[in-house]
């Protein structure tokens, strides 16, 4: 059952018998719900490849923090500071947290 199925039930059992028609609010839902999963599904997928972007993007960023670390100069220091920020950013926003 759907969230969408489900809050029409509850509204259903709400109201009384006089005022609507179950099936007729059984088919309203359905015809909801066939008409949200496409654009679900679509969202979904968009979702997951903007998550797989944005992990390679942390790999990238992680990558170039570490070797700018490694140069061993203040240059070096403040850039590997600045990519290691977009790596935690990427990071945070993977796990929900940014």
């Given at each position: 059952?759907?969230?969408?199925?489900?809050?029409?039930?509850?509204?259903?059992?709400?109201?009384?018998p006089?005022?609507?028609?179950?099936?007729?609010?059984?088919?309203?839902?359905?015809?909801?719900?066939?008409?949200?999963?496409?654009?679900?599904?679509?969202?979904?997928?968009?979702?997951?490849?903007?998550?797989?972007?944005?992990g390679?993007?942390?790999t990238?960023?992680?990558?170039?923090?570490?070797?700018?670390?490694?140069?061993?100069?203040?240059?070096?220091?403040?850039?590997?500071?600045?990519?290691?920020?977009?790596?935690?950013?990427?990071?945070a926003?993977?796990?929900?947290?940014?």
């Amino acid at each position: 059952m759907t969230d969408i199925t489900a809050s029409i039930e509850k509204l259903d059992a709400m109201l009384s018998p006089s005022f609507h028609s179950h099936e007729r609010l059984k088919a309203i839902a359905e015809c909801v719900d066939a008409e949200a999963l496409p654009a679900l599904k679509a969202a979904q997928a968009r979702i997951k490849a903007l998550e797989e972007v944005v992990g390679k993007c942390q790999t990238q960023f992680a990558w170039y923090a570490s070797n700018h670390k490694a140069k061993g100069t203040p240059d070096g220091d403040s850039k590997a500071v600045t990519n290691q920020e977009f790596a935690d950013l990427c990071a945070a926003t993977l796990t929900g947290e940014g």
